[in-house]
């Protein structure tokens, strides 16, 4: 009974989370804490996050932007990802990487890659958008359009005798 009045209480609220864009073998892309929102009941929320189904509004980053759990990978509740220091997290009972996804990839939908990055002194990995395949199809494309040349300088058309 006291359980069904917390969540009738607490519906609103939203279940602490990690935001994980990105799941490589040995690298977690991560976006920071979030907070996973939404109208069912906390419980129901809880298990299926705990299960990996949530569908449904996530807020997220400093501003608490709202966006849509379909965007990111998995979303762990923060008792589930244990963050070591800046470069290493333990999750699923495995150590991994941290790479750290900026507010602008947050949105996009396809691979990332890591980069390292100083800042302050420190070295931290940052993602970043994947772009190598948007750019071979773009090459690929470019190269079977475009006509072939026959001349490489300017020719001058010949003149009509009027």
């Known amino acids: 009974m006291l359980e069904w009045l917390q969540d009738r209480l607490s519906r609103q609220h939203g279940i602490a989370i990690w935001v994980i864009k990105q799941f490589d073998d040995t690298t977690l892309h991560l976006c920071g804490k ?14 299926t996050l705990a299960r990996g189904t949530f569908v449904g509004p996530v807020r997220i980053g400093e501003h608490h932007e709202v966006l849509h759990s379909d965007l990111f990978a ?24 941290v790479s750290w996804v900026p507010e602008r ?9 890591s980069q390292p990055q100083r ?11 994947d772009v190598a395949a948007i750019r071979e199809k773009t090459a690929a494309l470019n190269a079977s359009t475009t006509p072939s040349r026959t001349s490489d300088g300017w020719s001058l058309a010949e003149r009509d005798n009027d």
């Not at 979030?34 to 298990?47: D, F, L």
Request: glycine letters at 10%; a positive charge; charged letters at 40%.
């Open 119 to 129: 800042n302050d002194g420190k070295l931290r990995f940052v993602s970043h958008e």
């Open 74 to 97: 998995r979303l762990p509740l923060r008792d589930e990802l244990r963050l070591i220091n800046e470069r290493e997290a333990e999750y699923d009972g495995r150590r991994y990487y």
């Open 105 to 113: 990839c947050w949105r996009f939908q396809g691979p990332l890659i």
């Open 34 to 47: 979030g907070m996973a929102g939404g109208t069912e009941r906390m419980s129901r929320r809880r298990c």
